[in-house]
Every structure is written in C-alpha cells, then in structure tokens.
C-alpha cells in the first residue's frame, strides 16, 4: 500500500529529516473531530505566507529592474495568493496527502482552494524550517519561476494599468463602484464607475461587473492619454 506522504516527497522533490514536521504541514484543522486534538498546520501557514512573500519580493526585485513599488505591489499580490498557491498545489497533489476531517472529506475539503492555498503555505514554511533557505528556493523556483516569466511577457490588463499609473502619479488608487444593473436577469449589463483622485471619474459598461470595470478604467486611460502596453 503506498504512503501518501512519502509519493508527496517524490513529487516535490524533496525528502523531509522530520517526518513530523511535514505530517504536520499536511493537518487541517477538522483532523480528529471527535477525538484527541492533534497539531495543525495553522502556525505553518502563517509563516510559509511570510517566507513565500520574501522570496516573491525578491524574485520580482530582480526580475524587473527600475519598476517602483506600483508596478511590483499588483504583480506579487497575484503570485501569493490563495488561488495561486492552490493551483501549485494541486500541480504536485497535495490534497491526497491531506489529514482532513470526515465532514471536511464529505465536502470536497481536498480540492478545496481556500484548503489547498493554505496547506501549500505551510508546506514551504515546513521545508524552509527542515531544509533551511536553499530547499525551499529550489521548491519555489520550480513553481514560481514560470509565473514571473509569464509576467514578464504578459501585456497588462486596464486595471493594472491604471492602478501601476496612478501609483507613479501619486494618485489614489483607483476605486470601482457599481452605478446600475440593466437588461433582463439572463443578459445583464453593468455600469460601472471608477474613481482615482484628483481626476474627474469616468464610467465603463460590460456583461460583468469586472467587465465593466475593465472598461472603465480603458476608458480614463484613454482619456488621460495612456496606452496599455
């Protein structure tokens, strides 16, 4: 019968020197309902998300030479997110060595993105902690690398733009708020309006609320006399 911790070893290309750590890198919360507590990997998430966010500010200080702080704060929000992490867990199958409850089982608890976001967190805090500074960079090169080359190579979308923009301007960030909801329930079509003080707000329309946004800040680029690249 195969170990579900040691096939996650082999795939992430590492061995632990405590198997204690990893098991519990790899425990919900809901493990042992019922039963006598067990350690969860709750402490670990909340280093690995510092750890990742070190090694993705410093990839993406590298990376793009000369951008200032606008331009990079977007870009790492979208590497340490919880869906980012979720999807490199489930890259290397984390969730089928899970110690999860049986209520947390029963709903789907092992795809879980919130689940697997977490526990990829804490599976970096775990092999930083047991392998030290070099084997979690080799980890999160091979996950992450390709993600920073895509951003590189990436055209930026109008929010980014606009947000990297008024950043370098020394405006506001920008705020969206939903002015109107049109058409019938089965195609409706949303105004949205965007805000980035000082300057006049300006409106978008779409088939999606983030539609619409994308549209609005198009438009006050536009109108400022910026192209997205």
Request: aromatic residues 6%.
């Amino acid at each position: 019968m195969s170990d579900p911790i040691a096939d996650l070893e082999k795939r992430i290309g590492y061995t632990f020197q405590s198997r204690e750590l990893l098991e519990r890198a790899l425990t919900h919360s809901s493990f042992g309902e019922g039963r006598k507590t067990h350690r969860n990997y709750e402490r670990l998430e909340f280093l690995g998300d510092r750890v990742l966010g070190l090694m993705t500010a410093e990839a993406l200080f590298n990376a793009f030479e000369g951008a200032d702080e606008g331009a990079l704060a977007p870009r790492l929000n979208s590497l340490v997110r919880k869906e980012t992490c979720a999807d490199v867990a489930r890259a290397v199958d984390i969730g089928s060595a899970l110690k999860i409850g049986r209520s947390e089982e029963k709903g789907g608890g092992r795809d879980k993105t919130s689940i697997l976001g977490d526990a990829c967190e804490s599976l970096i805090a775990a092999i930083y902690l047991d392998g030290g500074r070099p084997a979690v960079q080799a980890f999160y090169d091979q996950h992450w690398g390709s993600k920073i080359e895509d951003l590189k190579h990436k055209p930026k979308d109008a929010k980014s733009a606009l947000q990297e923009w008024a950043a370098k301007k020394g405006y506001t960030q920008p705020r969206y708020d939903l002015r109107e909801r049109s058409g019938p329930d089965h195609r409706p079509i949303f105004t949205v309006e965007v805000m980035v003080a000082p300057l006049d707000p300006e409106t978008g329309e779409g088939k999606s609320k983030q539609a619409a946004e994308r549209e609005a800040a198009t438009n006050l680029l536009a109108r400022e006399g910026v192209h997205v690249r």
